[in-house]
């Protein structure tokens, strides 16, 4: 598949500790030329090189006001799991570093057709509503937001939410002080024309997943985004490389593309690894694939035309891949 994206070279014009473990990132291009324009919910990709020739691929959620292109500001929370892109970010970026980004895409924009928003984040999932509160200030359709983070210490951002424009719309759960979020309450008593939205860890959003649809929410009315793909887990299964007849065993706890890129067998394009970009898909010719990217819709993932290599697995013993 062509790469849609586009990428540019950006510096770092700032960079602000929010929390213990979040900082936020001001990007500009060099020559002062304006961003490309984006909407709330967009993310970039971020590719980071170290001076020891490592290099690092991460999708970020745009924060900033989209009415702003003269720079894109991103939110990086240091993550104890990280594969080296968070650690690299709080670690070696400082005002001044380049860096190489995408350009802008949204998979996770406001649906027009709600008739209210009912915003749901989870810590560092506050990022996209950030944008998409600016395109709410002052429009039409009525919207909430539900900010939900372990302790006060933890909660990026909420000064500003506390204060700002969209103080009465906000409502903030902290763990520590016993204060959560009743999603049971939030979804029955959600109006038949309101969406539901979250961003944040997994188990947060598989919450909001499994309580809107016990409260008979429809699917196409729960939008919800997380990067950083989940931990490979599943057995075994084979892989042949159609256009060469290679056959390739992905072991467990394995993606495919570390399979292929460990035999040398094929290249692939990738660029995020978190099945975000969607570079890296490939059509499936045999078997079944057990998707877990966040690129293809709920109808192209039942369809089995193709899959994300970079993160998901087969639910057949054997995938006849186009490669
Ligand atoms: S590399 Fe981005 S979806 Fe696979």
């Known amino acids: 598949m ?3 994206y586009e990428m540019f070279s950006v510096h770092v014009t700032e960079v602000e500790q929010a929390t213990p473990l979040i900082k936020r990132f001001t990007l500009a291009r060099e020559d002062g030329a304006p961003m490309p324009a984006f909407t709330g919910g967009s993310h970039v990709i971020v590719q980071m090189q170290g001076a020891d020739g ?7 959620s745009l924060m900033s006001d989209p009415r702003d292109t003269r720079s894109y500001q991103i939110g990086v929370r240091l993550e104890e799991q990280s594969k080296g892109g968070s650690a690299f970010m709080h670690q070696q970026v400082e005002v001044g570093t380049q860096l190489t980004i995408s350009s802008p895409n949204n998979l996770f ?7 209210r928003h009912v915003l749901i984040a989870g810590g560092i999932g506050i990022t996209p509503f950030l944008a998409q509160l600016h395109e709410l200030e002052g429009g039409a359709t009525d919207y909430e937001l539900h ?23 906000t409502h903030f759960y902290i763990d520590s002080l016993d204060r959560k979020l009743d999603l049971a309450a939030l979804c029955a008593s959600l109006a038949d024309d309101a969406h539901l939205y979250v961003c944040g860890p997994k188990p947060l959003i598989d919450a909001v997943i499994a ?20 931990p490979v887990t599943g057995a075994a299964f084979t892989v042949v490389l159609a256009q060469s007849g290679i056959e390739l065993q992905v072991e467990e706890g394995m993606t495919i593309l570390q399979a292929i890129e460990k035999s040398k067998a094929a290249k692939v394009e990738c660029l995020c690894r978190e099945g975000v970009c969607g570079t890296c898909e490939t059509a499936i010719l045999e078997g079944e694939a057990e998707h877990f990217d966040q690129y293809l819709s709920d109808e ?9 290599l970079c993160v998901s697995r087969a639910r057949s013993a054997r995938l006849v891949l186009d490669l």
């Open 2 to 4: 062509a790469n849609k």
């Open 54 to 60: 490592s290099q690092f691929s991460n999708a970020y």
């Open 109 to 115: 924009a406001l649906d027009p057709s709600a008739g």
């Open 147 to 169: 900010y939900a983070f372990r302790a006060p210490e933890h909660g990026a951002f909420q000064a500003q939410l506390a204060s700002g424009p969209h103080a009465d719309n």
């Open 211 to 230: 309580t809107a649809a016990k409260a008979g929410i429809a699917d196409q009315r729960v939008h919800w985004e997380q990067f950083a793909a989940a």
């Open 300 to 308: 192209e993932k039942a369809s089995q035309q193709s899959m994300m």
